[in-house]
């Protein structure tokens, strides 16, 4: 019988305290309480450099982009989101520069972690999309030191005479809760 990845951590929590010696878990935030004081957690940063040659989606001007990242951990039966994030807009913009930093806290690991970036046009009413991509945090080498990620994000596929090849260059990194500098 396969668990839900929660009940698991629950229940490996019960375990440490039967052996431990400390009083039975009676509901689940206690256990959550639990895991969050004992399990080490561990912070994910993502430095949004640049965006270069976006295709205009507007008809007026330039696009006005900006980037929301999901950070999500994928599962068997269904993918459980951690946290989302939003960048700034840049106005009238095709290549646009942003310079800035997100922190997601409380990442258990890595493993089955996917970072979803879209790059969006900001519109009245509808924000059109620009494109994106996903990330496979554990298939990065040298996550803990910082790596230098470029990806395409360009929304219309298979290239052709008028696709710009748009890429988003980011700087990700991840490290354990007390190595963080605040």
Known sequence: KRHKP???????????IAHTQTPPITSRTYARTYINTYIKMGVLTVFLDKI???RDADTFGKSDPYVIFELEQDGWI???????QKSSKKKNELNPEYGETFTFKKVPTIDNMTLH????????????DLGGCDINLEKLDDLFDG????????????????????KIYLTIKYSEDDEVEE
Do not use: C, H, P
């Not at 929660?6 to 440490?16: D, E, K, P, S």
């Not at 993918?79 to 989302?84: N, P, V």
């Not at 790596?147 to 748009?166: I, L, P, Q, T, Y």
């Open 117 to 128: 970036v879209k790059v969006k046009d900001d519109d009245f009413g509808f924000d059109d």
């Open 147 to 166: 790596v230098d990620v470029e990806k395409v994000v360009d929304a219309k596929k298979g290239g052709g005479w008028f696709s710009r090849k748009a």
């Open 78 to 84: 269904y993918d459980k989101t951690l946290d989302t």
């Open 52 to 54: 270069t040659d976006l």
């Open 6 to 16: 929660q009940q698991n951590i629950i229940r490996i929590a019960a375990l440490v």
